[in-house]
C-alpha cells in the first residue's frame, strides 16, 4: 500500500497537463522511469475488485474543471445539440452477437444508477460531481460479448489538432464493474456538452483519463494492438499507463 500512495503521489507531480503536450511527456524521463516503476504491481491488489468511495450532496464540488480535448465543433454536434441529441446513436459492435444502436432515449429509459465520485485527473486535481447513467454491463448484457471478447473500446467524437481522435478502453471485468457507467446527466442536469454530452464514461475506479467524454461507438475487441497506436487509449499511446487504477 505504501509504494501504491507513492506512485499516486508521483503521478499527480511528475505529469503537468493532460493537455495535447504528448512530446513534452514523452521526453519527460521521469515519466517513463515512473511507468517503469508502475508495471509490476499486482492487478489484484488495486482498483476494480472493491468499490471507489461514495460521497454525500453536500461533498459535491462548486467547481468541476473543464480539462480534455476541446469540445466538438463540427455540424454533426452542433447539429445534435440544437436538437437535444435526438439524432445520436451510440454504436456497438465487434466481438458481440447483437450487435446494434441506442438512441438517448433507450438509454434514458434503462435503469439508472446514480454515483457521488471523486474524479482524479493526473494533472493534479481532483473533483467530486454526481453522476447518473447506464451500467455499461446492462448494456454489454443486451449485445452478448462473445467467447472472444477481452476489451471493450470506447471511440469518441473529438480530436486533438493532428487530427487524432481520443478513444479509451477497459478489460471486461472493468467494464463489468457495478460503478462503470454510461453516465447521462451530471449533478441532477443533462450532461453539458462541456463535460462530454450526451454520453460520457464514467469510471471512478480508474484515473481521470480513462472516463472517455463524447462516446459514440463502443467496440468489442479480443485486442487492441490494431486499435490507433495499439497500447489502448488515447494517452496510452503516449506514454500512460493503460491500467490506471487508484
Ligand atoms: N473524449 C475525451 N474524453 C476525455 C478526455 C479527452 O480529451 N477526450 N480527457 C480525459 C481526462 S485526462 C480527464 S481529466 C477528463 C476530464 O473530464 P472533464 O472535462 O469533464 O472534467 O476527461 C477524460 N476524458
Ligand atoms: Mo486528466
Known sequence: MKRRL???TSISTALTACAPI???LN?????HKLLGAAQPLDHALIGTRGLAREYRESDISREFPIDSLPTP???AYDDMVAR???PYRLAI?????HRRTFSLAQLDAMTQSTQITR???VEGWSAIAKWSGVRLSDVLALV???ADARYVVFHCMDRDDQGTPYYESLDLHEAMHPQTILALRFNGAPMPPDHGAPVRLRVPTQLGYKSAKWVKRIEVVGSFAAIYSGKGGYWEDQGYEWYAGI
Open 27 to 31: 521526453n519527460n524521463a521521469a515519466f
Open 73 to 75: 465543433t463540427d455540424a
Open 6 to 8: 507513492f506512485i499516486a
Open 84 to 86: 437535444n441529441f435526438s
Open 144 to 146: 452478448k460479448p462473445r
Open 93 to 97: 459492435d465487434g466481438a458481440v452477437e
Open 22 to 24: 504528448g512530446t513534452a
Open 119 to 121: 474524479h482524479d485527473c
